[in-house]
């Protein structure tokens, strides 16, 4: 496993007033080049780990290190290392685009991307002289994400960076994800949406009232909580018939030999389950 | 060079424009930048103007309460660059440009700096340049330089003011009125002999009153003056305070 870049020990944060805490016992590591999701449903603690880990919530319990340091001991350096695109969008609406991440670009000492460039990779180039203010909630969005990508960071926190987003735009800001990943950028990634953690994710998190349910690969999660069978489909003459196989001995089952031997075989397809059902089976019997 | 003063230089090298850029867009604080313009006008031609009239008229004489009359423009001037200012913040609030903040390399004391002492000069600025280009009630240059310092605390506090209690411009625009009446009252003072005059020092912006009235009459002010600074900077300080607190919310 490559070295981590965030570890996680036994961490408890209970807000000023709370009655319970927001999070507790949460442990995990990301190594460097990974794409981690956390995926949870609302008010489950996402946010409130995103804020820990990004240094907007102090006195917690338990120990966060961040790129071999503990937090604490990091100042305001931190995040020249680090890109942050929120849920919200938070920009100033009366300047455009480009007069945004300009200003923002002016605020770090280290080497920094051209804002031309990634307003390109966002897909707004286009709309760089426009005012924020005309910008749909789409376009705010990614003029987040634009942003997180202005300090070339070697850790990047995206909370919901495909929400309200049409299929090909989102697909164009998975796709640059997958880019930071390759230049070996690590990314933590927040988010609703059960296809984009499954198809980017290296390893997903699930947290369920404060409490991490489980942490591991989407295909392995996959395997794990479905069945080891497949499913075939059948247009014949009375109509449509579907039968399941198991896969252990599936080369020598008798039913699913001549299944494919019909000529009648519409689909078919293993029964390995999907991230969204494994979502609300842990988090529903969490709840119940 | 010092890497606090490096910071804060770096909060007004890229807030500076920004801000210009946002009054520049945005009419109501376009708006209350030209009043400033025109309050000076207001005072060095129409205050004369309603003497001769109230003389002809009524046969009062205004001439001698001129001091009380350029205590409300030291006020009204500072406290405007406060709105202004303030207006700002809550956009800052409203669009979230807060929290972005709070996440790049400038620490955000230097952001506070800048959020405090760009009022605080501006309104010196304004207060010192604006007084002798209104010229009804000329004071040496060292009165002029201490009742300035004093009133230039109203720009931030009226700033940190609608930044804290304003929930958005909407309710911002409410709390102006607010601030124009807190601001105003200690004039009242001007007509109640001490000790009772002194509960207005309650108000930040009475101890620059005061010293201007004492001023004016050649009467010394720096025990006043002192005690100004204090009621002010801490006034300032706890508003600083929560707003840091809503900052990091």
Redesign the interface.
């Known amino acids: 496993m490559a070295k981590s870049v965030v570890r996680v020990d036994g961490v408890r944060f209970t807000y000023q007033g709370g009655a319970a805490p927001a999070v507790t016992d949460l442990a995990f590591e990301i190594p460097a080049g990974e794409i981690f999701g956390f995926l949870g449903p609302s008010g489950a603690g996402k946010s409130t780990t995103q804020k820990l880990l990004i240094g907007l919530l102090t006195g917690y319990e338990g120990r966060i290190a961040v790129f071999g340091r503990d937090l604490g001991e990091w100042s305001s350096d931190y995040y020249e290392r680090l890109g942050v695109s929120f849920e919200f969008p938070n920009h100033h609406l009366k300047l455009t685009a480009l007069e945004n991440l300009d200003y923002f670009r002016s605020l770090y000492t280290g080497p920094t991307e051209d804002p031309r460039t990634v307003l390109a990779q966002v897909g707004l180039e286009a709309d760089r002289d426009k005012r924020v203010a005309e910008f749909s909630k789409g376009m705010r969005g990614r003029l987040n994400v634009a942003r997180a990508l202005l300090s070339k960071p070697e850790l990047l926190f995206l909370d919901e960076p495909t929400a309200g987003l049409d299929p090909v735009t989102s697909r164009s800001i998975r796709e640059l994800i997958r880019e930071r990943r390759e230049v070996g950028a690590t990314v933590f990634l927040t988010t609703h949406d059960m296809v984009v953690a499954d198809e980017l994710c290296d390893r997903v998190a699930f947290i369920v009232d404060g409490r991490l349910a489980l942490v591991d690969a989407p295909r392995a999660l996959k395997l794990e909580h479905g069945r080891r069978t497949v499913r075939v489909e059948l247009d014949g003459p009375d109509g449509r018939s579907v039968s399941e196989h198991a896969l252990d001995g599936l080369g020598s089952d008798p039913g699913f030999l001549q299944a494919l031997r019909s000529g009648r075989v519409q689909t078919i397809h293993t029964q390995e389950t999907t991230l969204e059902e494994i979502f609300v089976r842990v988090t529903g019997s969490a709840l119940s | 060079m010092d890497a606090t003063i490096r910071w804060v230089l ?1 909060a007004y ?2 807030f500076g ?2 801000d210009i ?2 009054i520049r ?2 009419r109501l604080l376009l708006g209350l930048t030209v009043l400033m313009a025109v309050l000076v006008l207001l005072y060095r031609y129409g205050v004369p103007a309603l003497t001769t009239a109230l003389q002809v008229r009524l046969g009062f004489d205004l001439l001698p309460y001129y001091d009380l009359v350029m205590s409300m423009y030291v006020g009204t001037a500072a406290g405007t660059v406060g709105v202004v200012v303030g207006f700002l913040l809550l ?2 609030r409203d ?3 807060l ?9 955000v004391g230097s952001y506070l700096a800048y959020r405090i002492t760009l009022p605080l000069a501006l309104s010196f600025v304004l207060t010192i340049v604006t007084y002798p280009l209104v010229g009804i009630a000329p004071l040496p240059i060292v009165d002029l330089l201490v009742i300035s310092g004093l009133a230039s605390f109203a720009g931030p506090a009226a700033a940190l003011f609608l930044a804290t209690f304003a929930e958005n411009k909407i309710t911002g625009l409410a709390l102006t009125k607010v601030i124009n009446a807190v601001g105003s009252l200690p004039v009242l003072a001007y007509f109640v002999p001490a000790p009772w005059q002194w509960l207005a020092g309650l108000v930040p912006g009475y101890w620059p009153m005061k010293a201007l009235w004492l001023a004016a009459a050649g009467e010394a002010y720096w025990g006043g003056a002192l005690v100004g600074l204090v009621v002010n900077v801490a006034v300032v300080w706890w508003l600083l305070r929560r707003f840091d607190a809503i900052m ?1 919310r």
């Open positions: 770096t090298r890229v424009p920004v850029k946002n867009r945005e956009d800052e669009d979230r440009t929290t972005a903040l709070l996440v790049t390399p400038l620490p990091r």
